[in-house]
Each structure stands twice: as C-alpha cells, then as structure tokens.
C-alpha cells in the first residue's frame, strides 16, 4: 500500500510539473485585482493624469485606490515603500477599439474567433459574453501599460454591443466596467457627397 501512494504521489507530481509548460503556452491565470494593502512608491517620475509632471515624487496607493501623490506626500505607517528611483509612473492606457477577449492567436490549433456573428444585423450580440479572462493577449496587453479596453464584435452593418473591461480579473463580470457600452456599427461605403466624393467607410 506504501508504495502505491508513493507511486499516485509520484504520477501526480509529474502530471503537474509537465501540465505547467503547456499552461504557460495556452496563456496564464489573470489575477483579480490586488493585493488590497497600502504601498507607496518614491522618488520616481510621476505622470499625473492632469496637473503638471513631478520629476521626484511619491504615490500612495491604499485598498487599489490612489490616496496621496505629491512631491512630499506623507507615507502612512506600515506601508510597503517601492522604490522608483530612475521609473517613471504614469496613468494606465486603454485601447478603445479591439477584439481581445474574442479573438485568440494560433497555439498549434484553430484559433478561438467569437468576434463576429452570422448575418449583417446582430444588435442581440455581447463581447462580454464571448469575452475569454484568459486570453494569452491579455497578459501582453497589460504588459505594455494598457490596464482597459472596448472590446467589440465586428462584421455586419450592426455588429453588436462592445464592452469596456478592465484587464485585471478572472471572470467577464469582474472585470466588466460598462458591460454594454457602445453598440457598434458600420455605415456602408458609397459615392456622391460634396464635390462629387466622399461617403463613409
């Protein structure tokens, strides 16, 4: 009995250890926000989103939410304290007119598309509930500074409803911030307008 467990316990670490390459390849676990403490990054190029450029300064960030930025913002006891010297730390970007979440990049299979849906009129049609959390270009998005997105279906005059998400989370409604907001069209192209030319693409 000893050295059946010993065996299963054998069998089952490697099943694990060989699964992980393959999982990293297929694209990781996205994390939910957080952790939720207090931190405090110093003597770091900060980039506010209005107000002037502070070449020297400290953010605190407390509970995910931003509480004090400033040359000399007071650091609160018990803070983990980050050391920018040299970074700069600005806000996060978004990209408003993409397809993440609905459409995968090829891994040695068909690629996932839920992008688009058959027909030309699909206002019934969500990216949120195509959205994949797991997608690998999550990761790569969110490495370049792009913390949101428009997620949008596409194809037909009336494409459907495009979602804003934010990139952090392991589920669509976590990580939804309008789950519906914007529908998106596409007018037809045509000739005519002022002087002779023009239409809309």
């Known amino acids: 009995m000893r050295g059946l467990i010993r065996s299963a316990t054998a069998s ?7 699964a992980s390459p393959l999982t990293a390849q297929l694209g990781s676990f996205n994390p939910r926000p957080g952790p939720q403490g207090t931190f405090a990054i110093r003597n770091a190029r900060i980039v506010p989103v209005s107000g002037p450029e502070i070449a020297n300064g400290t953010l605190v960030i407390s509970g995910g939410k931003i509480t004090a930025i400033g040359a000399s913002a007071a650091i609160p006891a018990g803070a983990q304290v980050i050391d920018g010297t040299g970074l700069s730390v600005y806000p996060g970007m978004m990209d408003a007119a993409n397809e993440i979440g609905l459409s995968e990049i090829p891994q040695g299979a068909n690629a996932t598309m839920d992008a688009s849906e058959v027909g030309s009129f699909n206002p019934q049609a969500r990216a949120i509930n195509g959205f994949n959390p797991h997608s690998a270009v999550i990761g790569v998005t969110r490495v370049v500074g792009i913390t949101h997105i428009v997620s949008r ?49």
Do not use: H
């Open 12 to 18: 089952a670490a490697f099943a694990l250890l060989a």
């Open 153 to 201: 279906p596409s194809g037909g005059m009336i494409a459907g409803a495009a979602a804003l998400m934010n990139l952090a989370g392991d589920t669509p409604p976590s990580m939804a911030v309008v789950p519906q907001v914007a529908m998106v069209l596409t007018l037809p192209g045509g000739g005519g307008g002022r002087g002779g030319g023009g239409g809309f693409g």
